[in-house]
């Protein structure tokens, strides 16, 4: 990959100094910032940079609030400084993933994290403080009081002499070390355990930046440009290296390795190097939470570098090409989806024409409207490729047959419209029983056909139709967006409806690109331009569509004589309105949790596998089922009696806690029956999941009055396409009796010729 750098002449006999503090010693790590010094990128942009080393106790965050320095590198500790109060920017991460892992020789036989329970570990305060390093741990668990933290010696000699059991290490250098010595290592790395998180993020002070914005901006395309060349260069950077920055004595063998690995870390999904994503953030903070780092729930969406006026892109030289030559791409719409798009006397306008027009303008591309009158007529064009782009909508299995899709730049909850007189059912598969108007082609029409085929459902040209065959009675609901629904009732005087939050499901709604584009870096561009929205600038676009408007006049002399009987009448129904809701609450949780042992009962999860499966068919993706119950429970009840038998089950609770993933679902299915739902877990990964879970309930001391063996049987399975959700359980629940046949305390997993107990 190779970034368009836009040369900014500046007078090379005026060069302003910068400084930027490492967070360890010169090494191929920090390789991006030698090559932009030496490949002139810092020069043109009217820059002189002097690089620092990490000195001991150096704390990059503290040296730059004190102006010491003006930009640094840091850990992803550095979101738990600026949850704390530092005022602190992320220009860039240098790596999607952190090198930082446990390392382990091969003779010690610790392969996995659970294998550390009693062990010894070597790594320093700021690691330990790497929430990846801990939840993996945590995820095993391992809280702190169950291994043995030392510090670290910053030796591998450690390791191989047995003074640790594992080391705090990078993936990029000690393991080169022990393969240099001829000894064979085990990498435990979080990201492999569902832990990724970001490192090496380049930041300034909030001050540093307010001062000097267009230094900053030059410094952020200047350092990435040299970290492309880096990685598209490694050996001739590591000479470089060796020549100007060897302070660490490597050979050039060693940062050749580190290089590579490296550069597995450095690139996201779409090719680009040092991005950051508030999602990301977001996750890696409620683990800083969970892990009481931060003591408040923080949003990050401000820590992000935001070069604005006029957010530019970093765009490649072949996306620079396409946006000068391309002429002007035809774009169709929704005509009758208010106030989402809609075509009136003034035009095609709406949120979605307004993003659209925001995209235009920042990234360069040049968009010409096709008018068509309905939403299937628009999917038609596509078809037939009188659209290049269609500009509002949602990735289902069957568009993406005949359709490409940009990452979702919008979403809001779909939900179904009844007529106010409703009494019917409020379960979402008997509802659907009963006509159910969706408009023709709508993302819907196919998801709820995919999930529940028996569904009785009057395809419309429009939300308006829809709304009218419920008034009539001819349909009993229809599947909408909220905003669109209230919209379009508003406007044409329908009254007698109300909204049912049963569908579970969201409108996720991206740019929907012709396939004949699919060989261009078009689908990269407008990518890059969704992230560059912010939540400031997607706030206004909604606010000027949706908004409540009041035209009155007052009488003063009435309103006076008014307002103390409104104020009571207000204040009462509030207070009752609160109790209501605090009671719901309660309704709901009781609901949803099972009352012994407060996972999600039996309800709750066949919810979380009509959702996961959902996703699993919109989007193959794997998604994975683990179904267990406990051996001989009958004979603990009888024998100890139920007193100590809920106990059991309590504690078995707590074991799932400790050793389920938090993405993972689970919950009790009924007496001493257990569900787990993985989703983004194939067999394989599953049965590793089970095998984990059957070895810490067999190894767990329960303290019961009598000393009881409590052991698991397990059966494992992988969701098929389309699969009844019945069918997905009942799969998992006869390879569970497989195991139980074979001698309980063991696992086996639905395949057509099973492996057999484990």
Same mark, same amino acid.
């Given at each position: 990959?190779?970034?368009?750098?836009?040369?900014?002449?500046?007078?090379?006999?005026?060069?302003?100094?910068?400084?930027?503090?490492?967070?360890?010693?010169?090494?191929?790590?920090?390789? =991006?910032?030698?090559?932009?010094?030496?490949? =002139?990128?810092?020069?043109?942009?009217?820059?002189?940079?002097?690089?620092?080393?990490?000195?001991?106790?150096?704390?990059?965050?503290?040296?730059?609030?004190?102006?010491?320095?003006?930009?640094?590198?840091?850990?992803?500790?550095?979101?738990?400084?600026?949850?704390?109060?530092?005022?602190?920017?992320?220009?860039?991460?240098?790596?999607?993933?952190?090198?930082?892992?446990?390392?382990?020789?091969?003779?010690? =036989?610790?392969?996995?994290?659970?294998?550390?329970?009693?062990?010894?570990?070597?790594?320093?305060?700021?690691?330990?403080?790497?929430?990846?390093?801990?939840?993996?741990?945590?995820?095993?668990?391992?809280?702190?009081?169950?291994?043995?933290?030392?510090?670290?010696?910053?030796?591998?000699?450690?390791?191989?002499?047995?003074?640790?059991?594992?080391?705090?290490?990078?993936?990029?250098?000690?393991?080169?070390?022990?393969?240099?010595?001829?000894?064979?290592?085990?990498?435990?790395?979080?990201?492999?355990?569902?832990?990724?998180?970001?490192?090496?993020?380049?930041? +300034?002070?909030?001050?540093?930046?307010?001062?000097?914005?267009?230094?900053?901006?030059?410094?952020?395309?200047?350092?990435?440009?040299?970290?492309?060349?880096?990685?598209?260069?490694?050996?001739?950077?590591?000479?470089?290296?060796?020549?100007?920055?060897?302070?660490?004595?490597?050979?050039?063998?060693?940062?050749?390795?580190?290089?590579?690995?490296?550069?597995?870390?450095?690139?996201?999904?779409?090719?680009?190097?040092?991005?950051?994503?508030?999602?990301?953030?977001?996750?890696?903070?409620? #683990?800083?939470?969970?892990?009481?780092?931060?003591?408040?729930?923080?949003?990050?969406?401000?820590?992000?570098?935001?070069?604005?006026?006029?957010?530019?892109?970093?765009?490649?030289?072949?996306?620079?090409?396409?946006?000068?030559?391309?002429?002007?791409?035809?774009?169709?719409?929704?005509?009758?989806?208010?106030?989402?798009?809609?075509?009136?006397?003034?035009?095609?306008?709406?949120?979605?024409?307004?993003?659209?027009?925001?995209?235009?303008?920042?990234?360069?591309?040049?968009?010409?409207?096709?008018?068509?009158?309905?939403?299937?007529?628009?999917? +038609?064009?596509?078809?037939?490729?009188?659209?290049?782009?269609?500009?509002?909508?949602?990735?289902?299995?069957?568009?993406?047959?005949?359709?490409?899709?940009?990452?979702?730049?919008?979403?809001?909850?779909?939900?179904?419209?009844?007529?106010?007189?409703?009494?019917?059912?409020?379960?979402?598969?008997?509802?659907?029983?009963?006509?159910?108007?969706?408009?023709?082609?709508?993302?819907?029409?196919?998801?709820?056909?995919?999930?529940?085929?028996?569904?009785?459902?009057?395809?419309?040209?429009?939300?308006?139709?829809?709304?009218?065959?419920?008034?009539? =009675?001819?349909?009993?609901?229809?599947?909408?967006?909220?905003?669109?629904?209230?919209?379009?009732?508003?406007?044409?005087?329908?009254?007698?409806?109300?909204?049912?939050?049963?569908?579970?499901?969201?409108?996720?709604?991206? !740019?929907?690109?012709?396939?004949?584009?699919?060989?261009?870096?078009?689908?990269?561009?407008?990518?890059?331009?969704?992230?560059?929205?912010?939540?400031?600038?997607?706030?206004? !676009?909604?606010?000027?569509?949706?908004?409540? +408007?009041?035209?009155?006049?007052?009488?003063?002399?009435?309103?006076?004589?008014?307002?103390?009987?409104?104020?009571?009448?207000?204040?009462?129904?509030?207070?009752?309105?609160?109790?209501?809701?605090?009671?719901?609450?309660? #309704?709901?949780?009781?609901?949803?949790?099972?009352?012994?042992?407060?996972?999600?009962?039996?309800?709750?999860?066949?919810?979380?596998?009509?959702?996961?499966?959902?996703?699993?068919?919109?989007?193959?993706?794997?998604?994975?089922?683990?179904?267990?119950?406990?051996?001989?429970?009958?004979?603990?009840?009888?024998?100890?009696?139920?007193?100590?038998?809920?106990?059991?089950?309590?504690?078995?609770?707590?074991?799932?806690?400790?050793?389920?993933?938090?993405?993972?679902?689970?919950?009790?299915?009924?007496?001493?029956?257990?569900?787990?739902?993985?989703?983004?877990?194939?067999?394989?990964?599953?049965?590793?999941?089970?095998?984990?879970?059957?070895?810490?309930?067999?190894?767990?001391?329960?303290?019961?009055?009598?000393?009881?063996?409590? +052991?698991?049987?397990?059966?494992?399975?992988?969701?098929?396409?389309?699969?009844?959700?019945?069918?997905?359980?009942?799969?998992?629940?006869?390879?569970?009796?497989?195991?139980?046949?074979?001698?309980?305390?063991?696992?086996?997993?639905?395949?057509?010729?099973?492996?057999?107990?484990?």
């Amino acid at each position: 990959m190779k970034l368009l750098l836009v040369s900014l002449s500046v007078n090379a006999t005026d060069l302003q100094p910068v400084s930027l503090q490492l967070l360890w010693k010169h090494q191929f790590q920090f390789a =991006g910032y030698y090559m932009a010094i030496h490949k =002139g990128y810092y020069q043109s942009a009217g820059i002189d940079l002097s690089i620092h080393e990490y000195e001991n106790n150096t704390d990059p965050v503290e040296i730059v609030l004190k102006g010491q320095r003006d930009f640094a590198i840091g850990r992803s500790t550095v979101l738990a400084q600026k949850a704390q109060g530092a005022r602190i920017v992320a220009l860039m991460s240098a790596y999607q993933s952190s090198p930082l892992m446990l390392l382990t020789t091969e003779a010690s =036989g610790i392969t996995k994290p659970g294998d550390l329970r009693g062990k010894r570990i070597m790594m320093t305060t700021d690691a330990e403080q790497q929430v990846e390093l801990l939840a993996m741990l945590r995820q095993a668990g391992l809280s702190n009081d169950n291994f043995i933290r030392q510090d670290h010696s910053f030796n591998i000699d450690s390791l191989i002499k047995g003074e640790t059991d594992a080391m705090a290490s990078y993936v990029s250098n000690e393991p080169y070390q022990l393969q240099e010595k001829g000894i064979g290592y085990n990498i435990i790395h979080p990201k492999n355990f569902g832990f990724s998180m970001y490192s090496d993020l380049l930041f +300034t002070s909030e001050d540093f930046l307010a001062n000097n914005p267009d230094l900053v901006k030059r410094f952020h395309r200047a350092t990435i440009a040299g970290w492309v060349y880096a990685f598209n260069n490694i050996e001739e950077t590591a000479d470089l290296i060796i020549n100007k920055y060897n302070s660490q004595q490597r050979s050039r063998e060693a940062l050749i390795f580190e290089g590579k690995k490296l550069a597995e870390l450095a690139f996201d999904q779409e090719g680009n190097f040092g991005s950051i994503s508030a999602e990301q953030l977001k996750l890696m903070s409620k #683990l800083y939470l969970l892990f009481n780092i931060i003591d408040h729930e923080y949003s990050f969406e401000q820590f992000i570098y935001d070069p604005r006026p006029g957010k530019q892109l970093l765009l490649t030289k072949e996306e620079q090409s396409f946006i000068r030559s391309s002429p002007a791409l035809n774009i169709c719409g929704d005509p009758l989806w208010e106030p989402y798009s809609q075509l009136t006397y003034n035009g095609y306008e709406g949120i979605i024409p307004d993003y659209i027009e925001l995209i235009q303008q920042r990234s360069g591309l040049k968009f010409k409207t096709v008018n068509t009158h309905s939403w299937n007529q628009t999917v +038609t064009a596509m078809k037939v490729a009188k659209c290049d782009l269609i500009d509002g909508a949602m990735q289902t299995h069957n568009r993406a047959l005949y359709m490409d899709f940009t990452r979702p730049y919008m979403s809001m909850p779909a939900v179904l419209a009844v007529s106010k007189s409703y009494n019917g059912e409020l379960d979402l598969q008997r509802l659907l029983r009963h006509p159910v108007a969706i408009v023709k082609e709508s993302a819907f029409h196919e998801i709820i056909l995919a999930r529940y085929p028996e569904t009785k459902i009057v395809p419309v040209a429009s939300l308006l139709e829809g709304l009218l065959l419920i008034q009539q =009675g001819d349909a009993v609901a229809i599947i909408d967006a909220a905003d669109s629904i209230s919209s379009v009732a508003s406007n044409n005087n329908i009254s007698e409806i109300k909204i049912l939050n049963l569908v579970h499901d969201s409108f996720d709604i991206s !740019i929907a690109i012709n396939p004949k584009l699919g060989h261009t870096p078009l689908r990269s561009i407008l990518n890059k331009t969704i992230d560059s929205i912010t939540p400031e600038e997607k706030s206004a !676009i909604r606010n000027r569509w949706i908004k409540l +408007t009041f035209e009155h006049e007052t009488n003063y002399d009435l309103m006076w004589q008014i307002i103390s009987v409104v104020a009571l009448l207000v204040i009462f129904l509030a207070y009752r309105y609160r109790i209501i809701q605090l009671h719901n609450l309660q #309704l709901q949780e009781m609901a949803r949790h099972d009352h012994l042992t407060g996972l999600y009962n039996r309800r709750m999860l066949r919810d979380m596998l009509n959702d996961t499966t959902a996703i699993s068919n919109r989007y193959n993706r794997p998604v994975s089922l683990i179904f267990f119950d406990l051996d001989d429970f009958k004979q603990v009840n009888d024998n100890l009696g139920h007193n100590e038998g809920d106990k059991v089950l309590r504690t078995i609770a707590d074991i799932l806690k400790n050793n389920c993933r938090l993405t993972d679902y689970f919950g009790r299915w009924g007496g001493e029956e257990f569900l787990i739902i993985l989703p983004e877990t194939d067999l394989s990964a599953a049965e590793q999941s089970a095998e984990k879970l059957r070895t810490a309930i067999a190894s767990h001391p329960f303290n019961l009055t009598q000393e009881v063996n409590i +052991t698991g049987s397990f059966g494992v399975t992988e969701y098929k396409t389309r699969e009844p959700i019945d069918s997905f359980v009942h799969r998992a629940d006869q390879a569970l009796y497989r195991a139980k046949a074979a001698g309980k305390n063991c696992i086996c997993k639905d395949e057509l010729i099973p492996d057999g107990p484990r």
